[in-house]
């Protein structure tokens, strides 16, 4: 004879819910969420886990539907606001997230998260001054905390403050999931002691300094323009980057020194991340080293593509370059790009050639193109940024989003457009159309998030009066 099963308590599958949501589990806690809400559905606690479970397993429309109810029950749940805010976020819907954030700060002044939360909803708004409060205060009550270190290097980089945003900016290597810069394998299989961080001094001889190319494609190019600086004071130099990379390091560097792989490396006493060179050279305090061009196209190239373009394009046209969305897996890639039917007021334009460098999926956009001016896709015969650098050399201007083949152009100072998002990454820093990293740019900025009519509205005007 079976016993009866022994009934099982709201509060016993609210604590098992929890726990798996902490172990990263959001599909287990889903289960017994759904055990706990058919015993009591109007129960805030567990309607609120529900919302945390979709986000975490990414359906942002059903944790919105489960923080609602929450807040409905139970309008003082500063966790529930604070997970509105976050979707909205993500929704772009800046507005309600901002009301929900304000909220959820006000209920629970002490919840770091939802402050942490608010100063990137107040980033994405523009207000960059709430937005150093809320993470200052993030940081007040708990100093280690990674996001919002970040959060406040943002913004203060963004607004200009160099000095103090350097240094927050070094958090970044401490953000969940952000991989070491040097893979603790190699050191590991090596028998080496961790190597210690440069300080920006002068190496004594026989120290090798290896300097890691991290991040992104476009912070690579925009941080090269230090390396000639970085010989000068360590002559054995090595640089661990991708093989994307070689053709821009090259230019500023002796190939030699430049490794692909981690296994080439040799032994090294000292690292630093290319990213970290502005800090250690004083960046802002002592103005950005601008020494005109420090890239080029290789001539022979450069002149098989005009031979090139003469073919493609009528010589009469105007020829200029086009890049409408950046890497997708990008973490801003939502704001920065857009889809090629958005750039229609460019397409009526008369006497002008648009040569698309555009690689990745948006590229397939070209195939639904109807507009009246001629578009040429160039990505199929582009191999490498050698290509790319001397396709830049015989365009009359870049029109660009926020990518890497803008930073391209400005390294070479070739005229280049450059498409914001209302609130850009904060190497463009705010209120103005030009840049100290790169002369030859001109910046559009959004007027409001996700409205692309201004910014296009000066290019086409740019481009009539130019």
């Known amino acids: ?159 200009g403050h160099f000095e103090e945003g350097w240094e927050e900016y070094e ?72 093989a994307e990379m070689v053709p821009i390091l090259r230019q500023v560097i002796d190939e030699q020194r430049i490794h692909e792989d981690w296994d080439s490396l040799p032994d090294f006493q000292t690292w630093c991340a290319l990213s970290s060179l502005p800090r250690l050279f004083g960046t802002g305090s002592q103005g950005i080293p601008t020494t005109g061009p420090y890239l080029e196209a290789d001539r022979e190239l450069a002149d098989w593509w005009k031979r090139r373009l003469d073919q493609l394009v009528p010589r009469t046209y105007r020829r200029i370059g086009l890049v409408w969305a950046g890497r997708p897996s990008h973490g801003n890639d939502h704001n920065r790009s857009l889809r090629l039917n958005q750039l229609a007021p460019l397409f009526d334009l008369d006497e002008v050639a648009f040569l698309s460098l555009q690689i990745g999926p948006a590229a397939a956009d070209i195939g639904r193109y109807f507009g009246r001016a001629p578009l040429v896709n160039l990505a199929p015969e582009i191999t490498d940024f050698d290509d790319t650098l001397a396709i830049l050399s015989g365009l009359e201007r870049l029109i660009s989003v926020d990518t890497a083949v803008a930073h391209l152009a400005g390294a070479m100072e070739r005229p280049a457009s450059v498409l914001l998002p209302f609130a850009p990454d904060w190497r463009w820093l705010i209120d103005r159309s030009d840049t100290p990293w790169y002369p030859s740019l001109t910046l559009h900025r959004q007027n409001a998030p996700g409205d692309w009519t201004a910014p296009l509205h000066e290019v086409v005007n740019l481009l009539r009066t130019g």
């Not at 287990?28 to 109007?42: G, S, W």
């Not at 004594?204 to 190019?221: C, H, S, T, Y």
């Open 1 to 159: 004879m079976t016993s009866p099963p022994v009934p099982v308590s709201l509060r016993d599958l609210l604590s098992q819910a929890d726990l798996e949501l902490s172990k990263g589990k959001p599909d287990a806690a889903e289960h017994a969420l759904c055990v706990a809400l058919a015993l009591e559905p109007a129960a805030p606690e567990a309607l609120c886990l529900a919302g945390l479970a979709a986000h975490l397993s990414r359906r942002p429309e059903l944790a919105i539907r489960w923080f609602e109810r929450t807040v409905r029950l139970q309008p003082d749940n500063a966790t529930a606001h604070s997970g509105l805010g976050e979707e909205f976020r993500r929704a772009a819907q800046l507005d309600e997230a901002a009301r929900h954030g304000r909220l959820a700060a006000i209920i629970e002044p002490g919840d770091v998260n939802a402050l942490h939360n608010l100063g990137i909803t107040s980033y994405d708004r523009l207000e960059i001054e709430r937005s150093v409060v809320c993470n200052r205060r993030a940081l007040r009550l708990a100093p280690n905390m990674p996001g919002p270190h970040f959060e406040l290097a943002e913004a203060l980089l963004v607004s």
């Open 171 to 242: 958090w970044r290597f401490r953000l969940p999931d952000s991989p070491p810069p040097i893979p603790p394998h190699l050191l590991a299989a090596r028998g080496l002691a961790p190597p210690r961080q440069w300080n920006g001094r002068l190496l004594p001889d026989g120290d090798q300094l290896l300097l890691v190319a991290d991040q992104g494609f476009g912070d690579v190019i925009q941080f090269a323009r230090y390396l000639p600086m970085v010989q000068a004071l360590c002559p054995d130099l090595l640089v661990a980057a991708s």
